[in-house]
């Protein structure tokens, strides 16, 4: 079942380009199309294609308010910066939670309590610890 081997094959040596002229790169210029990242509010609701710049085609078309909320797209800069702000923000409250618990000052932690079990929502709760800290700073 053995099958005699074939002999290999010899390969040429590789083309040697003259030293003189090297290759010539193709510089091809496009104009892409600026493009948005996100579709207006309208085009967003509707599922449909949003053409760009205000009013977009779908708009014009229909009469509706175009509106670009870029604060939604979550690839912009100015969302991240958003996003980097509110995290330093929790980062502060934590320190300053950790800070007074540590502290173990009875009076501290049951003003602490307080301020949290007042609030009527997480966030209207982070919302007073931020303002607390902001006074006890100043």
Do not use: W
């Not at 199309?33 to 085609?57: E, T």
């Amino acid at each position: 079942m053995a099958s005699p081997a074939a002999p290999l094959r010899t390969l040429l040596p590789a083309v040697c380009r003259s030293p003189h002229k090297p290759p010539t790169p193709v510089h091809r210029v496009e104009r892409r199309s600026k493009r948005r990242s996100l579709a207006c509010s309208s085009c967003q609701q509707k599922k449909v294609k949003c053409s760009g710049p205000p009013p977009c085609g779908a708009c014009a078309a229909t009469n509706s308010e175009c509106c670009f909320e870029p604060l939604t797209d979550k690839r912009r800069k100015l969302t991240r910066k958003a996003a980097e702000k509110d995290m330093e923000s929790y980062r502060h409250v934590s320190m300053y939670l950790i800070s007074i618990l540590r502290s173990g000052k009875e009076d501290d932690v049951n003003n602490l309590v307080k301020v949290v079990q007042k609030a009527s929502s997480l966030d209207s709760a982070l919302g007073d610890l931020q303002s607390l800290i902001s006074r006890e700073k100043s």
